[in-house]
């Protein structure tokens, strides 16, 4: 079943991406943008047909006046279970707890950013959500691979690659301050209240935590320590290969 995504940022995304079935593509005869230009070329080149519609039309379609005189009507993304995969990767997040579509979103443009190959997820329906997610991620949502695994599924999948498993986790841990990463590794985090499974702690191979610069006894959200744990390690990659 189609649905109508709103603005430039997310028709591009879907259009760019072309992981789902897609068209027609509604817009503003009145607004002439480098931006605009490039989306319905993008559309036409896929034999989307684009259709014109005055700007009142277009508050009426999309029941707001928020949609920046674009929109598109496409089908859900299908997220595909974690087995389905047959390629290698190397810079693979874990991430547990997440609740809120804008908190998913946030952490989905944060590891697209810092150059994860893969975003693996619980299993769970999103679909209801997939507008907003795919506006708070600025497109990233489209554009990112992820799948969805069980914790059994995620160790076997990481052992089958040989990816080391680093769990945000205090217990028996070194501060991230004094970590290197190994070559190959699914970071893994959890939610501010329950933190990471009791299967993932058991299978991790590093356990890290991030200092803080006070007395502070409380988590970190899971979209703030994604960014501390995202961009801690391609700093230190971008570092290591000056130094090299």
Request: contains cysteine; proline residues 3%; hydrophobic residues 35%.
């Amino acid at each position: 079943m189609k649905k109508l995504y709103e603005g430039t940022i997310s028709c591009k995304s879907i259009l760019e991406a072309g992981k789902r079935t897609a068209g027609p593509l509604y817009v503003d005869p009145k607004k002439r943008t480098k931006d605009f230009s490039y989306i319905i070329h993008l559309a036409r080149k896929a034999g989307i047909q684009v259709i014109r519609k005055p700007r009142e039309q277009l508050d009426e379609m999309a029941g707001s006046r928020s949609h920046g005189g674009m929109l598109l009507e496409a089908g859900e993304r299908l997220i595909p279970q974690i087995g389905q995969l047959s390629k290698s990767y190397s810079n693979v997040y874990y991430i547990e707890g997440v609740e809120d579509p804008y908190n998913l979103g946030s952490v989905c443009r944060t590891v697209y950013a810092a150059g994860a190959d893969l975003l693996v997820l619980p299993p769970r329906d999103w679909s209801s959500a997939s507008s907003t997610i795919l506006k708070a991620s600025a497109g990233a949502y489209e554009k990112l691979e992820i799948v969805y695994a069980d914790e059994e599924q995620l160790i076997e999948f990481l052992h089958r690659q040989a990816i080391e498993l680093v769990c945000a986790y205090r217990k028996d841990a070194r501060s991230l301050a004094d970590f290197v990463y190994p070559k190959k590794c699914c970071i893994a985090l959890g939610g501010a209240m329950r933190g990471l499974s009791k299967k993932i702690i058991e299978a991790s191979d590093h356990n890290v935590y991030i200092q803080y610069g006070r007395d502070f006894r409380n988590a970190l959200d899971t979209a703030s320590s994604t960014a501390v744990f995202a961009f801690d390690k391609l700093n230190k990659e971008i570092l290591n290969d000056k130094i090299q």
